[in-house]
């Protein structure tokens, strides 16, 4: 029997807010793959969902830290665009940036894509600081981290390479 003739099964609408405990519940043991799961299944039911948005929007950046397969940024980024309002698309952007780029430095992976990363996220931090509500400073603190991070980590830019044009 293979994978494709298993049906995935409903949740009911009245399990929703039971779901997305159990959602929050699963991440804070850290098992992101399978608060992603309970998220998906909301989302099959409640597409516009913002609470089930931001668990899986979490939940899939908790496993860019992970050894094997993790999500691919550009599949979360789909998620963080049907998120409600302009301040919460630049701001779950800017954490999936940073996210990724702290996986990266989990990862062993070179420290120039943990920069890179860690300078786009601070990019979109600064969009959502403009569009953050009174009383959120969210960005900000998230803006800071990735500062005390390249700190912490010593990164740097990578160097500049400046390639000469062959003459003719």
Same mark, same amino acid.
């Given at each position: 029997?293979?994978?494709?003739?298993?049906?995935?099964?409903?949740?009911?609408?009245?399990?929703?807010?039971?779901?997305?405990?159990?959602?929050?519940?699963?991440?804070?043991?850290?098992?992101?793959?399978?608060?992603?799961?309970?998220?998906?299944?909301?989302?099959?039911?409640?597409?516009?969902?913002?609470? #089930?948005?931001?668990? *899986?929007?979490? %939940? &899939?950046?908790?496993?860019?830290?992970?050894?094997?397969?993790? /999500?691919?940024? +550009? !599949?979360?980024?789909?998620?963080?665009?049907?998120?409600?309002?302009?301040?919460?698309?630049?701001?779950?952007?800017?954490?999936?940036?940073?996210?990724?780029?702290?996986?990266?430095?989990?990862?062993?992976?070179?420290?120039?894509? #943990?920069?890179?990363? *860690?300078?786009? %996220? &601070?990019?979109?931090?600064?969009?959502?600081?403009?569009?953050? /509500?009174?009383? +959120? !400073?969210?960005?900000?603190?998230?803006?800071?981290?990735?500062?005390?991070?390249?700190?912490?980590?010593?990164?740097?830019?990578?160097?500049?390479?400046?390639?000469?044009?062959?003459?003719?």
């Amino acid at each position: 029997m293979s994978d494709e003739s298993f049906e995935l099964k409903s949740i009911h609408k009245e399990s929703v807010a039971h779901a997305l405990e159990k959602a929050q519940t699963y991440r804070l043991l850290n098992d992101p793959i399978q608060a992603e799961s309970i998220c998906l299944d909301i989302l099959a039911i409640e597409p516009d969902n913002q609470e #089930a948005l931001i668990d *899986l929007i979490l %939940a &899939m950046t908790d496993q860019f830290s992970s050894v094997g397969a993790v /999500p691919s940024k +550009n !599949d979360i980024l789909q998620y963080a665009n049907k998120l409600d309002t302009e301040y919460q698309r630049v701001y779950y952007t800017g954490l999936v940036c940073e996210r990724e780029a702290l996986g990266f430095l989990s990862r062993g992976q070179a420290a120039v894509f #943990a920069y890179d990363g *860690l300078r786009d %996220a &601070m990019e979109w931090y600064e969009k959502a600081e403009k569009l953050r /509500p009174e009383g +959120n !400073d969210d960005a900000l603190l998230r803006w800071n981290s990735c500062v005390r991070t390249i700190r912490r980590e010593r990164l740097t830019p990578p160097p500049q390479h400046e390639r000469e044009l062959p003459l003719d």
